[in-house]
């Protein structure tokens, strides 16, 4: 009746409408996960620089490892279809293809700085964002609103902003010989990191938590353990271990561990482009700290960028996205080896999803598919 549908409007315009209390709680574990990469980069820094321990591999091996112990041993012991066995039956060759793309995607970036310059890796690992943002709209039928591409854009701003006050200041690290293919590597660094991005959002929203992470610790230490012994085991044995590197290490396996533990909890209430987008303050929040940890020049357009960028995530958050309709390759993944029969479905439509900035919702009936 009448009153009935004004109550569902009403309900309606609540939720898409975040609060301000929930868009500050979105807008804090964003910047939670750009704390945890900046405590990535500073050991990694001291590492490199001051002890010439260059183990990117052997870093990111300890991180799968920690996966491996944590989530690969849970989904051992569930029971039923959550079970590893079980899980490995139905999907394993999709995510050891996952696997290898989250381990190149680190690597490749890591890599670049040996070949080109801070700035350069700064500008270009922003490519993630326009990949997740395609990568979301062809596969995973998000829609989204002209406010959602003015915040992208006010973010990108930002992080200009910032690459110019490096520039200015003279914070041009990083140079190499081989400029142009230190660029084409953080290109393709960035390009896996938005497609390991965009499967890892479609995962724990509609499989598990735990169940991506358990695959990326299996599949991460077994690839990862196999590039070590063969491209930085020499490395490795150069090391002067003591008890200073050991921390180091402790150090960066503990961010990164809660990195890859925290991200998914982001990203199901977000979506990966939001998490990407929260991500351009971590280079702020290290240059802060190398203010006072290798004396950085400061500049007044560090504060000005910070704040841009945040002014974009505000925009970018104060609406919601919402799903077309259940893409087909939703139910293949989930029922792998039964693929979906092109016979017309009797059954009722199953409602669309919108995934908001805050959250997700369960609309009263299904959506016209947007071409």
Known sequence: NHAQCCVLMLMSVRISS??????????ALGQVLSLLICGIGLTSKYLATDYHANTPVFQSFLNYILLFLVYTTTLAVRQGEENLLAILKRRWWKYMILGLIDIEANYLVIKAYQYTTLTSIQLLDCFVIPVALLLSWFFLLVRYKVV??????????????MVGADVLVGRQQGLGDHKLLGDLLVLAGATLYGISNVCEEFIVKNLSRVEFLGM??????FFSGIQLAIMEHKELLKVQWDWQIGLLYIGFSACMFGLYSFMPVVIKRTSATAVNLSLLTADLYSLFCGLFLFQYKFSGLYLLSFFIILLGLVLYYSSSTYVAQDPLVYKQFRNAGNPVPDTPNVEPLEPSVTYSSLGQEIEEEPRVRVA
């Open 216 to 221: 990326m610790g299996l599949f991460g230490s």
């Open 18 to 27: 975040p609060l301000p209390r929930e868009l500050l709680l979105t807008l």
């Open 148 to 161: 959602h591409f003015v915040g992208v854009g006010v973010c990108l701003l930002g992080m200009g902003c």
